[in-house]
């Protein structure tokens, strides 16, 4: 499993089931930060740092039958994605862990850290981390 993947993977499953795809983003951004060796390109966008080729990857491991995308309209009109580990993902869950633990425990250090902060939060601080890292 490649590496963007895996981090999709493994923050879906310490944060499952996650809703948002910015929330996605940005805890993906978060774990990415605190493994060594890990070279993932983000942009920056008006919801904080988009980890590039993570949609990719997320989309793969639903094509695999490993991860679930549900969406539901917003009063918006947009739709609003969330994740989650479908059975066969729960079934994968220590052979991607035992692959990737570096990725898999970063993933786990940063919902803990911040998967409970409201977004609009979450995206400032992101937003601040990355143009420190920028600068």
Known sequence: MHSTTALAFA???AGGPLRNRARLHLLAFFSARHVDGLDLDVEASHQGPVVDGLDAAVERLQQEGLVDIGCRPTFGG???RHYSLTPAGQ???GSVRAEHDSITTAADAAIREYGDIPLSNLIEMAKEEFRGSVA
């Open 91 to 93: 079934r994968e869950r």
């Open 11 to 13: 923050v879906i499953d």
């Open 78 to 80: 947009n739709l609003k």
